[in-house]
């Protein structure tokens, strides 16, 4: 259940795996389009297309050690009611080059629009990478780059394209709950138009669990 409430006809959607028996997440916001309130159907059939979009267009560059195994979506209906919707996945990563990276390891996308402050910004870790995508022990290969940034770009494409039933559209982007240290009310949603991936490899440490001494 999202503990902050997003602008009407939102939605807030977590996709979830494993990675070698680590647990990982990302969490989304959207933009629906509808023609009317949409049914729990409706909803099922949105929230399963967005995790495989997200598993089929990121895969590639991910080991089979990464596993997509559940999206959840909570749509926040107009008038103060949600609706949730939580969807098996199964789909593993195809990289084979190089040997599995770490848990904590990850690639970072930033997702841009045409809005401007500092701090704040939106984005994205993904683990589940293979040594064959590193430059050294710093930096992604420039292919690298170039592949995770279309492969992000793909997803983000493949979202927009996103119907089912009563819900006629939708838009990719994010949700701004603060401005100038003020609780906005209500929220804005900003769409995003492109991604934009950093060179370095990332890191998540919390995704290895407490250190056992």
């Known amino acids: 259940m999202a503990t902050r409430r997003g602008p009407d006809n ?25 023609s009317s ?11 399963l297309a967005f995790g495989n979009a997200l ?3 990121l895969k590639a560059k991910q080991g089979a050690s990464l596993q997509y195994t559940t999206a959840r979506s909570t749509f926040f209906v107009p008038g103060g009611t949600v609706m949730q919707s939580v969807q098996a996945l199964s789909i593993a990563g195809t990289q ?5 990276a770490p848990a ?36 992604l290969t420039a292919t ?16 927009n394209a996103l119907t089912a039933g009563a819900i006629t559209g939708t838009s990719f982007g994010f949700v701004s709950f603060r ?24 890191t998540q440490r919390r995704r290895l669990g407490r ?3």
Not at 10 to 34: P, Q
Not at 104 to 117: E, K, N, P, R
Not at 144 to 159: G, L, Q
Request: net charge positive; proline share 4%; with cysteine.
């Open 55 to 57: 598993g089929n267009n």
């Open 104 to 139: 904590q390891a990850a690639i970072c996308i930033s997702w841009l629009s045409g809005v401007y402050w500092r701090g704040g910004k939106p984005r994205n870790y993904a683990c589940g990478l293979r040594t064959f995508d590193f430059q050294n022990a710093v930096s």
């Open 211 to 213: 250190v056992d001494l």
């Open 10 to 34: 939102t939605v807030r959607i977590s996709v979830e795996g494993t990675y070698n028996g680590a647990k990982w997440a990302n969490v989304f916001y959207v933009l629906l389009t509808t």
């Open 144 to 159: 690298a780059i170039a592949n995770w940034k279309s492969n992000a770009d793909a997803f983000r494409t493949a979202v």
């Open 179 to 202: 401005s100038g240290n003020a609780d906005r009310t209500p929220p804005l949603f900003f769409p995003i138009s492109e991604s934009r991936i950093h060179n370095r490899i990332d």
């Open 96 to 100: 084979s080059s190089g040997f599995d």
């Open 37 to 47: 309130v949409p049914s729990q159907a409706n909803l099922d059939t949105w929230t």
